[in-house]
């Protein structure tokens, strides 16, 4: 027998359902007025102040939308000098989110982590690099952009120990296969006559060149043949991705990465007695495989602007032109900089400025393309614009992310923790070799990717520690 409602809790369920059109009525009702008498601006302001409130008072869901929005590459323009991008705007209401939550919980205290100093250091040298800037307005805004990061990494490092660091990389990967997707999609749609970079723009190389060796360490620890097969696909959509691109850069990034993460693996596999986890290693070479294979195949069709840069790149280790060229006479100029500078450097944002400081730098060879650049090495970027200060705090800061990123891999762990602890030291790998070579890993989506990788560092340290004391 089917038991029948009772005509009280029909009644109550019909209350409900008329409130909530009430609500409904009374909140759109304004929005028509206004409408109505010519002003849909102010009605559309309703509904945004609607939504601002709720991600205020939602720094979890504000938290989420902010990594999905990195993927989306859309500045607005303000001035010569300044982007505001929606990743900006969404970071704003999830700081604001946090503060408000601290101060309605009466939360007492802040945890520190061992990246915060670097950081803290980092942030002053830049900040004393432009009083003293051969162009103060140029550095008004990548110092703004570092602290921007700081905020960032401190958001991470407090919403990874709540929500969960291997479900915030897991994400992550998602994202990264994603976009990856479009990509592949476009570029064999577009029969391979145009780079691809998809909605994460220039993004998806610093994506993909962290996302890939971090799918690999997912596959490597996985507990099961199906999450094996699910991160490995994942790796080869990645990698896909960024053959669309055809950039470089990324590729040397995973190349290196790669052999680097399955010799930290057989290390560890080996001090643990670990016989079936060393036999596993061997798995990685499938996707890797894969990949290279279906690239060979298509070289002559797909593929010929793709092995036409990648041609150029080997010749250019014996004789350097192109893009190589350029980054060597990148390289001389930021050194000749920090030289003339060796204390505060010209100013952070500057060294786009420095074909004005050296008018001789036109007599130069590929000198036109100087102009506006950074050194397309990260390291030499803020020797020549911070001075030695702002050198040694990203020096220190990346060596505390590779010792902190190591000696947590390399604890016994479970295997869901072991998936984001090789992820995190494999991708700190990453951040440590690019800085040498890459263009922006503290500005744009570069930054907030830094800080999400030490931010989940830290607290997946943290969370460690809270497990040893249970």
Not at 52 to 67: C, D, E, H, K, Q
Not at 431 to 454: D, E, H, S
């Amino acid at each position: 027998m089917t038991s029948k409602s009772s005509p009280v809790s029909l009644f109550s369920s019909v209350q409900i359902d008329a409130t909530y059109v009430i609500v409904a009525v009374v909140g759109l009702l304004p929005m028509i007025l206004l409408a109505l008498i010519g002003k849909p601006m102010f009605a559309l302001a309703i509904p945004l102040a609607v939504m601002v409130a709720f991600l205020l008072l939602n720094p979890r869901i504000t938290f989420w939308l902010l990594l999905i929005s990195l993927f989306v590459y859309a500045p607005q323009r303000i001035g010569a000098t300044f982007a505001v991008h929606p990743f900006d705007l969404i970071m704003g209401l999830l700081y604001a989110g946090i503060v408000l939550e601290y101060l309605l919980k009466f939360k007492q205290g802040l945890k520190f982590s061992p990246f915060d100093a670097p950081f803290i250091i980092l942030l002053l040298a830049t900040v004393i690099s432009m009083v003293f800037a051969y162009n103060i307005s140029y550095a008004i805004v990548p110092c703004i952009r570092i602290f921007v990061i700081y905020l960032a990494f401190r958001a991470v490092f407090t919403y990874g120990q709540i929500i969960g660091v291997r479900k915030i990389i897991n994400v992550y990967l998602w994202l990264v296969a994603l976009n990856g997707a479009y990509n592949i999609t476009l570029f064999i749609w577009q029969g391979g006559q145009e780079r691809v970079f998809g909605p994460a723009y220039l993004g998806y190389e610093t994506f993909s060149m962290t996302a890939l060796p971090m799918a690999a360490a997912f596959m490597l620890w996985a507990q099961s043949t199906r999450q094996r097969i699910l991160y490995g696909s994942l790796a080869i959509m990645i990698g896909l991705g960024i053959v669309a691109t055809q950039a470089r850069g990324p590729l040397l990034a995973v190349a290196i990465a790669v052999p680097l993460l399955i010799f930290f693996a057989a290390r560890k596999s080996k001090r643990e007695s670990n016989r079936s986890r060393s036999h596993l290693l061997k798995l990685i070479f499938i996707p890797a495989v894969a990949l290279i294979a279906l690239v060979f195949l298509l070289k002559d069709s797909l593929f010929v602007g793709l092995f036409s840069r990648y041609e150029e790149m080997l010749v250019s280790l014996t004789n350097p032109k192109g893009t190589i060229a350029l980054r060597l006479i990148l390289w001389e100029t930021a050194i000749r900089t920090f030289l003339d500078n060796p204390i505060t450097g010209i100013g952070i944002g500057n060294f786009r400025l420095v074909h004005h400081i050296y008018p001789d730098l036109k007599l130069m060879p590929l000198h036109w393309w100087i102009f506006g650049m950074s050194a397309h090495n990260v390291l030499l970027h803020y020797l020549a614009e911070t001075g030695i200060v702002g050198f040694l705090a990203l020096v220190t800061l990346s060596w505390k992310g590779l010792r902190h990123s190591y000696k947590g891999f390399m604890q016994k762990l479970s295997y869901p923790d072991n998936q984001a602890a090789a992820a995190l030291l494999i991708a700190m790998v990453v951040f440590c070799v690019t800085i040498l070579f890459m263009r922006a890993w503290t500005w744009g989506q570069g930054g907030y990717v830094m800080a999400l990788l030490f931010g989940l560092l830290a607290a997946s340290g943290e969370t460690r520690k809270i497990k040893q004391l249970k």
